[in-house]
T-cell receptor, first 116, second 110 residues
């Protein structure tokens, strides 16, 4: 049982380049999330999905895109990378509406992105 | 707008001491979560509190929830170095979105 798997773990981009962060979960969770965490700071929600084919913006969606064609996968696309996107990105998943309405997130290991 | 405030944001303490981290939130919710993040690592779930008066304990950590006061506490008893980490609280809004506190960085000195 792998949980939430993120790739790559580390990546250095040049300004203006694009890339995709991959996220996959094998727990049959309905909700998936992308967060970013800047150094010494808390989590900011970028995008989330409540099920395959459904995505919605979070707090800081500009410069990013997502898709959710399957329950398992939720890739995050960075277009035209900027230094402000240097951060650690966490993918998470949950089964919202489970026992007693709990929404416990399982996080991936994180992807550290540097834009130079 | 639901807001979650943690305090203190930084705490340095000696091993063997007791301390409490506070998590206040601004609107009604009866689902609150505590997570732990070790330096350079991901977040892992510590406690799930789903009703007023809920209390959960694991080892030297105990979490409680008072929904009427909109307050959760994370109490550390006889701290040990291994508990050094950043602790986040998060509250469910009505759409299964978690609103996160800023985190409390806890350093426990031997």
């Amino acid at each position: 049982n792998a949980g939430v798997t993120q790739t790559p773990k580390f990546r250095i981009l040049k300004i203006g380049q694009s890339m995709t962060l991959q996220c996959a979960q094998d727990m049959n969770h309905n909700y998936m999330y992308w967060y970013r965490q800047d150094p010494g700071m808390g989590l900011k929600l970028i995008y989330y999905s409540v099920g395959a084919g459904i995505t919605d913006k979070g707090e800081v969606p500009n410069g990013y895109n997502v898709s959710r064609s399957t329950t398992e996968d939720f890739p995050l696309r960075l277009e035209l990378a900027a230094p402000s996107q240097t951060s650690v990105y966490f993918c998470a998943s949950s089964y919202a509406g489970g026992a007693f309405g709990a929404n416990v997130l399982t996080f991936g290991a994180g992807s550290r992105l540097t834009v130079l | 707008e639901l807001k979650v405030e943690q305090n203190p944001l930084f705490l340095s303490m000696q091993e063997g001491k007791n301390y409490t981290i506070y998590c206040n939130y601004s609107t009604t919710s009866d689902r609150l979560y505590w997570y732990r993040q070790d330096p350079g690592k991901s977040l892992e779930s510590l406690f799930v509190l789903l009703s007023n008066g809920a209390v959960k304990q694991e080892g030297r950590l105990m979490a409680s929830l008072d929904t009427k006061a909109r307050l959760s506490t994370l109490h550390i008893t006889a701290a040990v170095h291994d508990l050094s980490a950043t602790y986040f609280c998060a509250v469910d809004d009505s759409n299964y979105q978690l609103i996160w506190g800023a985190g409390t960085k806890l350093i426990i000195k031997p």
